[in-house]
């Protein structure tokens, strides 16, 4: 008998249950790998639809900084437009201003050339009512001599044609063939006093008007350290007369042209406080200002600009110094 049978009968019937075993093994190990996949899966689809998600948010982003791109870059434009036509206008503004500015200057230097014809006419005015003042004393003069004389004012009357005096005067000493003595006039003829030069009404100096036409000559003739001195004379021979402030004035427009603006300043001063009539308070008003501006005081300048609006609104003056507010910055207060 054969004893490996028993073994291998055995051995069949145990060959299913492995096989069974092994089988319910894999299921087993099958399982968890198929529910590990499937959530690979979905969270896979996840990222993808996140990853979708994501491009269509940056496509959108694209899209709208495209156009605020757009929006910026025309709002640039604009700008740039804007910034160029505002450039103009102030181009424009200020080419006017100038041209107002120099048509102003203009304006106010010939109504100061008339000013100052208009002075010397006086001056000239002046001396011809001196001649004629004097002219008029010599013949008063003359006058009074001859009703002083015997017979009264009648030397002078001539007789009647063909009339003989009843008692002839007597012959005046006669010369060489019956002619008067050069040296002895006729009885009948007075005598003429001798011209009498006209007094100066200052210690030996000429007039105040001649003082004055001889130094607005020198200042024209552009010798201002001679004008200057003869100003000075003016000034110091006259302080009275009305000649003085324009001599002052003078003084002044010398001492800036030189840049000795404070002596300038100092100038203009006298002729706005002890001239107060004088057609030069205006324009000294106006230099005064710009003398202070050129020495850096440019509040104090500004005042005076100011100040010469309020007190002269409708002068030529007036209208420069707005011009030269406006020209720095200051808000001019219309008149």
């Known amino acids: 008998m054969n004893t490996n ?23 087993c190990c099958a399982s968890p790998a198929f529910a590990v996949s499937k959530d690979m899966v979905q969270l896979q689809t996840q990222i ?5 998600a994501v491009a269509r948010l940056q496509q959108s982003n694209d899209e709208r900084m495209g156009v605020m791109k757009d929006l910026i870059q025309q709002s640039a434009d604009s700008i740039n437009k804007m910034s160029a036509v505002v450039e103009s206008l102030q181009k424009q503004m200020q080419a006017q201003q100038e041209a107002q500015s120099g048509k102003t200057d203009q304006i106010s230097g010939q109504i100061q050339s008339l000013n100052d014809s208009v002075d010397e006419i006086k001056a000239r005015i002046g001396s011809l009512q001196k001649l004629v003042q004097d002219v008029q004393s010599q013949q008063q003069s003359m006058s009074a001599n001859m009703q002083n004389q015997p017979g009264g004012g ?17 012959p005046a000493p006669s010369g060489r063939r019956g002619k008067p003595s050069a040296n002895i006039p006729p009885a009948d003829v007075p005598v003429a006093p001798a011209p009498v030069a006209p007094a100066s009404l200052s210690g030996g100096a000429p007039p105040a008007d001649e003082l004055y036409k001889t130094a607005l000559g020198d200042y024209m003739a552009a010798k201002y350290a001679l004008a200057a001195s003869e100003f000075g004379d003016v000034v110091k021979n006259y302080p009275d007369n009305p000649l003085s402030g324009n001599a002052y004035y003078y003084q002044a427009e010398i001492a800036y042209r030189g840049g000795k603006y404070a002596a300038a300043i100092k100038a203009y001063d006298a002729v706005i406080d002890q001239y107060p009539d004088s057609n030069k308070v205006p324009v000294a008003h106006l230099h005064k ?7 850096n005081q440019k509040d104090a300048g500004i005042r005076e600009f100011r100040n010469l609006i309020q007190r002269y609104p409708n002068s030529p003056e007036a209208m420069q110094a707005r011009s030269k507010l406006s020209g720095m910055g ?3 207060t219309p008149k």
Not at 13 to 25: Q, T
Not at 154 to 166: E, G, H, R, T
């Open 5 to 27: 049978q028993p073994i291998q009968r055995n051995q069949r019937k145990k060959r299913p249950f492995v096989a069974a075993v092994l089988f319910g093994a894999a299921l």
């Open 154 to 170: 009648s030397a002078l009357s001539s007789p009647p044609v063909n009339s003989v005096p009843d008692n002839p005067p007597p």
């Open 330 to 332: 200051v808000t001019v």
């Open 48 to 52: 993808q639809q996140l990853q979708d």
């Open 289 to 295: 200002g710009m003398a202070l501006v050129a020495q």
